[in-house]
């Protein structure tokens, strides 16, 4: 029996976890979820006040939960419309559309038997993700 892999983007992580339990059932070898991004980090772990706080990292940790030694690269991401809100609201109305990848960024990587892929790729794409 091969195994194969299968990569799968979400909006939320809840929707990813929400077919783990099913394609644990397909007798999946791995199931693994992770976010992915533009930018480096895993977000804000405490809460900081940036007034009183004299290690306050800038504005793109507090918007994208992310920073960088770097100053021109710290600047660059204050400047993203995640961070800024300097939008036009287009990001908005692509994700309405099932079909965009626009915000899909939590990845769900499955290893499971040749034989169970198209069933696990069915039971993925109800749980609203797309392979």
């Known amino acids: 029996m091969s ?5 799968a983007y979400f909006r939320t992580t809840e929707d990813a976890q929400s077919c783990v339990p099913k394609l644990k059932a397909l007798r999946a ?7 992915v991004g533009e ?3 895993h977000g804000i772990g405490e809460t900081l006040n940036p007034l009183s706080n ?11 939960g992310t920073t960088s030694a ?4 710290r600047v660059l991401m204050a400047a993203d419309v995640d961070a800024s809100g300097m939008a036009d609201g287009s990001r908005e109305l692509l994700m309405n559309d099932p079909d965009d990848m626009t915000r899909r960024n939590v990845l769900l990587t499955v290893v499971l038997d040749e034989a169970a892929v198209e069933q ?10 797309s392979v």
């Open 70 to 73: 770097n100053q021109d690269v």
């Open 120 to 129: 696990a790729k069915r039971v993925i794409r109800d749980a609203g993700g």
């Open 54 to 64: 004299s290690d306050f990292p800038g504005l793109s940790y507090l918007t994208l």
């Open 39 to 41: 930018y480096p980090g």
């Open 3 to 7: 195994e194969k892999g299968i990569m």
């Open 29 to 35: 070898a791995e199931v693994q979820i992770d976010q």
